[in-house]
């Protein structure tokens, strides 16, 4: 099954260094039956994408926390999408939400998605707030809608350590 993992840039080098990433909690999301039966149209792609942006929201948790640890981190969503076996559904969560077994490989990796350097205003921002809107507070809805209306930059898995140098 496809998974979209949250994570950050730190995270990322981390992945890098080690060769293999572990979801925080085992988190993932990915385009699940109660995903599907939550939409009334769309076909599969379009839902994947739906389970993608998922993530980047998770992402955005991700980053408040490595932010108030240092606050010189680079401000922008990760998003690594990979092809994981015997993922766990976990609709009690989220729709979208499934539990990954173990660590995820380079090898499993399809795919790393990223903020550009144009979203990272927005993106701190919303870091600082989804919480809130999660909570319905319409001005951090606001603010993480801002961040979300960037799309994230799509990287093959051999590219990571060249962006992440570059960064």
């Given at each position: 099954?496809?998974?979209?993992?949250?994570?950050?840039?730190?995270?990322?080098?981390q992945l890098v260094?080690?060769?293999?990433?572990?979801?925080?909690?085992?988190?993932?999301?990915?385009?699940?039956?109660?995903?599907?039966?939550?939409?009334?149209?769309?076909?599969?792609?379009?839902?994947?994408?739906?389970?993608?942006?998922?993530?980047?929201?998770?992402?955005?948790?991700?980053?408040?926390?490595?932010?108030?640890?240092?606050?010189?981190?680079?401000?922008?969503?990760?998003?690594?999408?990979?092809?994981?076996?015997?993922?766990?559904?976990?609709?009690?969560l989220d729709y979208?939400?499934?539990?990954?077994?173990?660590?995820?490989?380079?090898?499993?990796?399809?795919?790393?998605?990223?903020?550009?350097?144009?979203?990272?205003?927005?993106?701190?921002?919303?870091?600082?707030?989804?919480?809130?809107?999660?909570?319905?507070?319409?001005?951090?809805?606001?603010?993480?809608?801002?961040?979300?209306?960037?799309?994230?930059?799509?990287?093959?898995?051999?590219?990571?350590?060249?962006?992440?140098?570059?960064?």
């Open positions: 099954m496809r998974v979209f993992l949250p994570a950050t840039l730190g995270m990322l080098h260094a080690d060769e293999e990433f572990r979801p925080v909690g085992g988190t993932a999301f990915a385009l699940t039956p109660a995903l599907r039966e939550s939409y009334a149209s769309g076909d599969a792609e379009d839902m994947e994408y739906i389970a993608m942006l998922d993530a980047a929201r998770a992402s955005l948790r991700l980053l408040a926390a490595e932010l108030s640890e240092n606050t010189e981190a680079l401000p922008r969503r990760a998003v690594i999408a990979a092809d994981v076996d015997d993922v766990k559904l976990r609709p009690d979208s939400v499934v539990k990954v077994p173990g660590p995820v490989t380079m090898k499993m990796i399809a795919s790393v998605h990223v903020d550009t350097a144009e979203a990272e205003p927005a993106v701190r921002a919303a870091s600082a707030v989804v919480d809130a809107a999660d909570l319905g507070d319409p001005d951090a809805e606001f603010t993480v809608g801002s961040a979300e209306d960037h799309a994230l930059a799509w990287y093959a898995p051999q590219e990571l350590p060249f962006l992440l140098e570059l960064m």
